[in-house]
């Protein structure tokens, strides 16, 4: 529960829509093993049921989707010990790959914030609509994380290197960005959504997944280019390296302002999580499934959990907020083979059952 009479997840019939709303506002919709579980619930039941031709994932309040996952109570757990962490990732990365093969027809409402964990439940989905408002990132470099719930396959499948970007840096993208990147299908404006949510609800228990389509096609923007198209050539010949010292290298070189900035950006993230981010990233590009990359992801997040990284990077970012984390080690040329090695050792590939 949210400290309210309300559930975290609200799960409802609206004719033959199975909706599910992400219902913790104030924590823009983090989610919660809890609301893991609830999601999981509700698509063994709308998946069973004959008259619910799709699903419809929304998020509460004004301020987002989802902001990723409940950070807290894994940075609880990375501090205390405990299953917590290793329970909430399997089960999390388990829906992450149920959506994406979800037999019906999911759409994803991706307004406002979108970030980490909301990206899984959104991205998979077959249906994603994006809005003006849209900030969609995978941030975790900078919480000495990584890139998860199957965001190397997807940024691996961006084109270019518009995902090795958007995956180091954490920057965020707008809609067109996401649709480019392909993170979405299409964008509206968000005073549009009453009325696409009204046609959505509005159909028949026997609309297809060509019906959805149409439906949001009557309400979607023409195609724009988004502010990283710019910089497309540029990303695609900086960022095209395998390691990370050679891309610090080639951004150094370039000397504009966007490689300026990039090198800003990356000096702040855990040199650990970006070399295990870019391994990670460039594994995924040989991947036949989204379920092996979630099984890489899984195995790689129980180095996370007992980390310095991690705990340090929740720290500078949540709990005191002093936004100066000190990561070990604390340069890129320092974090050798055997760092990263940890992060891949198979102690667990066997509990993902897909």
């Known amino acids: ?24 506002p104030k924590a823009i919709n983090a989610i919660t093993l809890d609301m ?13 049921d004959p008259e619910v031709a799709l699903v419809l994932v929304e998020g509460a309040g004004e301020r987002g989707l989802c902001a990723g996952g409940d950070i807290v109570a894994l940075y609880d757990c990375a501090l205390n010990g405990g299953d917590y962490g290793k329970t909430f990732w399997r089960e999390e990365y388990l829906l992450n790959a149920r959506i994406a093969r979800f037999p019906k027809p ?17 991205s998979h989905g077959s249906h994603r609509i994006v809005t003006d408002r849209t900030q969609l990132a995978m941030p975790e470099t900078g919480i000495g994380f990584f890139p998860d719930v199957g965001g190397t396959w997807l940024l691996s499948r961006a084109p270019g290197e518009l995902g090795t970007y958007f995956g180091l840096t954490g920057a965020a993208m707008n809609g067109a960005d996401a649709i480019a990147g392909h993170f979405a299908d299409a964008a509206i404006l968000s005073e549009r959504w009453p009325a696409l949510r009204a046609a959505l609800t509005g159909l028949t228990s026997r609309a ?37 010292e050679e891309i610090v290298a080639a951004l150094e070189a370039d000397g504009s302002a966007f490689a300026q900035g990039a090198l ?6 855990s040199p650990t999580s970006l070399k295990v981010a870019l391994k990670l990233l460039r594994l995924a590009r040989g991947a036949s499934s989204l379920e092996e990359c979630l099984t890489r992801e899984y195995l790689a997040s129980l180095e996370v959990i007992v980390s310095h990284e991690f705990r340090e990077g929740v ?14 080690p604390a340069r890129l040329d320092d974090v050798d083979d055997a760092i990263v090695a940890r992060y891949f050792v198979n102690r667990g590939a066997d509990e993902l059952k897909f």
């Open 208 to 244: 297809t997944a060509a019906h959805v389509r149409e439906t949001i096609a009557e309400v979607a923007l023409a195609s724009t280019p988004g502010p990283v198209a710019a910089e497309r050539a540029r990303i695609d010949r900086l960022f095209a390296f395998d390691t990370m």
């Open 106 to 122: 999911y759409v994803a409402y991706m307004d406002g914030l979108v970030m980490g964990g909301g990206v899984g439940v959104s």
């Open 36 to 48: 893991v579980r609830t999601i999981n619930g509700a698509l063994d039941r709308f998946e069973a």
């Open 1 to 24: 529960m949210n400290g309210t009479a309300e559930p975290e997840v609200i799960v409802a019939r609206e004719g033959a829509v199975g909706v599910l709303r992400l219902n913790r």
């Open 264 to 269: 800003k950006t990356l000096a702040r993230k």
């Open 315 to 328: 720290r500078a970012a949540v709990i005191d907020k002093d936004r100066n984390p000190q990561w070990r």
